[in-house]
């Protein structure tokens, strides 16, 4: 079946420094979702990516969909203690409605 | 944004007992929801998904008759676990989709059940 991966599983960064997680499909995805989860919370929606080699932005955070549509990434420019939590890809294959959540990547922010 | 609920939020239970599960959109119709499993420190495991007024479609190697859903209504799924047993500990999520957008739109999550089996 679908697997979607992530690296790193775990970061731990010097606030201030830059951090990025990248996620890998095993098979060619309709769209990508990215979400983020804080320590005892749910996931909580952060962009949808749709087109082959779609960039957007949101504040610090870049996220980058690939030619090919079966990976992505998000990159945290100067993070905060704020961006603390567990990012996690989703993607969508086919015409299917479910998503397939990456395996994750927890960031670890130190003051 | 939208929004999803989720009761009980946690829950405790003696192993062989059943526990029921509700996800509710408050402020939408959902004709479909998600309910995933997530163990510690691990990712979000679609367990089945919920259609309302049909049956539900179960992932591979999730027990249909140990997880019973029931999406009565556009506003209300449920998740029972039969039986439980205390390897049924985990944090239970329900997600849905909103009505009327795109078929490619946000999923809006419930804050979670926390189950945990003596």
């Known amino acids: 079946g679908q697997q979607v991966m992530q690296i790193p599983q775990y970061q731990h960064v010097q606030e201030g420094e830059d951090f990025t997680t990248y996620c890998n499909s095993s098979t060619t995805l309709s769209n990508i979702q990215w979400y983020k989860q804080r320590p005892g919370g749910h996931p909580v929606f952060l962009i949808q990516l749709v087109k082959s080699g779609e960039v957007k932005k949101q504040k610090r955070l870049t996220f980058q969909f690939g030619e090919a549509k079966k990976n992505s990434s998000l990159h945290i420019t100067a993070t905060q203690t704020t961006d603390v939590g567990t990012y996690f890809c989703?993607?969508?294959?086919?015409?299917?409605?479910?998503?397939?959540f990456g395996t994750g990547t927890l960031l670890a922010v130190q003051p | 944004g939208a929004v999803v609920s989720q009761h009980p939020s946690w829950v405790i239970c003696k192993s062989g007992t059943s526990v029921k599960i509700e996800c509710r959109s408050l402020d939408f119709q959902a004709t479909t929801m998600f309910w995933y499993r997530q163990f510690p420190k691990q990712s979000l495991m679609l367990m089945a998904t919920s259609n309302e007024g049909s049956k539900a479609t179960y992932e591979q190697g999730v027990e249909k008759d140990k997880f019973l859903i029931n999406h009565a209504s556009l506003t209300l799924s449920t998740l029972t676990v039969t039986s439980a047993h205390p390897e049924d500990s985990s944090f239970y999520i329900c997600?849905?989709?909103?009505?009327?957008?795109?078929?490619?739109?946000?999923?809006?999550f419930g804050p979670g059940t926390r189950l945990t089996v003596l």
């Open positions: 997600s849905a989709p909103r009505l009327g957008t795109s078929s490619y739109n946000e999923q809006f």
């Open positions: 989703a993607g969508r294959g086919g015409a299917t409605n479910k998503l397939i």
